[in-house]
């Protein structure tokens, strides 16, 4: 979900230039910060938004050039001189050497009430309108460079997927053998203890000690799931946060294999899925 983009767009003797950047999150997180203009204007900048950028940490910053000549703060001169004449004639009457520092007169005059004058104008809809398409287009810029960057992580995720389809047909020639091992494991355990017990019994035990370390169900369950998680990635948008579900689904399966592998190459092959599979919960916060 991380992106950036950028548009700028000209209405008038205004330069509006519109960036957004985003970063991952659960929730759809907006801030923006534009020029005091264009504050009447925030809602639908948020609509524009809003629209088209689903989930993120979204930064958008919106900024106003104007020319020299436009510039919509305007110098009062004829008040500027009536508080001149007035600090000049106070000063003689108090006998005080009037002009003295210029600089710093010219400063205080220009603090006083009504000297400065802000001519801005209240944003017309053309303007409006321009600012509006330069949004739209700084989102669409982020969104191709999201989908550019999605494609690349999306490729490397299902290619994970497809290590741990292939590392669960690795667990299949370790069963057959996982099942003579533990048959005579508990057969030398009986002999060592010189005990004595009824064959058929002890075939019941066996059978229903092995059904309980059986791994099918998981195997095809976990199969099931990275074959359902192929086709939301491929036939689904904004599917980051299923996807997230889906493999904390396949984690359960693979736990469950973990716990009744009883073999020491079945608990290999676990980790190494288990690893893949982290690798993928972790690109998938990048996922919308």
């Known amino acids: 979900m991380t992106g950036y983009g950028k548009a700028e767009g000209v209405s008038g003797e205004r330069k509006i230039t519109a960036e957004v950047r985003s970063l991952n999150s659960k929730q759809f997180d907006l801030s923006v910060k534009s020029p005091s203009l264009y504050r009447a204007a925030d809602n639908e900048i948020r609509a524009v938004v809003s ?3 689903v989930r993120g940490k979204i930064d958008l910053y919106i900024n106003c050039e104007s020319s020299a000549g436009a510039s919509p703060v305007r110098i009062n001169g004829p008040v500027f001189a009536a508080y001149h004449r007035q600090l000049e004639e106070i000063a003689a009457g108090c006998g005080i050497g009037f002009g003295e520092d210029p600089g710093g007169l010219v400063s205080a005059i220009l603090r006083l009430p009504e000297v ?3 001519n801005a104008e209240s944003l017309g809809d053309n303007e409006k309108a321009v600012l509006l398409e330069t949004v739209r287009a700084a989102v669409d810029a982020l969104n191709g460079f999201r989908e550019s960057e999605g494609a690349i992580l999306m490729a490397d995720i299902l290619e994970r997927v497809g ?3 292939a590392a669960v047909a690795e667990v299949e020639p370790f069963e057959a053998e996982r099942v003579e091992t533990v ?4 057969r030398e355990n009986i002999e060592k203890a010189q005990l004595s017990c009824d064959e058929n019994r002890l075939e019941q035990e066996l059978i229903y ?3 309980k370390l059986d791994v099918t169900e998981e195997k095809v369950r976990l199969r099931n799931h990275c074959d359902y998680f192929r086709q939301v990635a491929a036939g689904e948008d904004n599917a980051g946060k299923k996807l997230g579900f889906i493999a904390q689904e396949m984690g359960r399966e693979i736990n ?3 716990s009744k592998a009883n073999h020491a190459g079945i608990q290999k092959i676990v980790v190494g899925m288990k690893d893949e599979l982290e690798k993928i919960k972790e690109q998938l916060l990048n996922i919308l």
């Open 163 to 165: 290590r741990i389809e």
């Open 209 to 211: 000690y092995i059904e």
């Open 256 to 258: 469950t294999l973990g």
């Open 183 to 186: 048959k005579n494991r508990i």
């Open 116 to 118: 400065v004058e802000n």
């Open 51 to 53: 629209q088209s950028l």
